[in-house]
Nanobody, 119 residues
Framework: QVQLVESGGGLVQPGGSLRLSCAAS????????MGWYRQAPGKQRELVAA???????NYADSVKGRFTISRDNAKNTVYLQMNSLKPEDTAVYYC?????????????WGQGTQVTVSS
């Protein structure tokens, strides 16, 4: 099992910045990739950014150039640096860890942290 603990959400003005953190514990070495998803009211959960164990990253088009995902393997932590925040970024952000074992994908999720971008 993988346990994920998130922190860093909050209220920020448009154009501001936040950094989300997600600390993983448990079966850490079985994780193939980690990422951040978000879900706004009335919308589906969407992938924001992801990073593989090899360091490859990918981003949703809506956040490219503004958000950066990174990791600290020593701390078993993944970060999402969010700059130039827009009201459209308002959502609950969820940390995700993906494990692929014997062809089976297993996803673990954090509890979610609220990000609100408003004046």
């Amino acid at each position: 099992q993988v346990q994920l603990v998130e922190s860093g959400g909050g209220l920020v003005q448009p154009g501001g910045s936040l950094r989300l953190s997600c600390a993983a514990s448990g079966s850490i070495f079985s994780i193939n990739a980690m990422g951040w998803y978000r879900q706004a009211p009335g919308k589906q959960r969407e992938l924001v950014a992801a990073i593989t164990s090899g360091g490859s990253t990918n981003y949703a088009d809506s956040v490219k150039g503004r958000f950066t995902i990174s990791r600290d393997n020593a701390k078993n932590t993944v970060y999402l640096q969010m700059n130039s925040l827009k009201p459209e970024d308002t959502a609950v952000y969820y940390c995700n860890a993906e494990r692929v074992l014997y062809g089976i994908t297993i996803n673990s999720w954090g509890q979610g942290t609220q990000v609100t971008v408003s004046s």
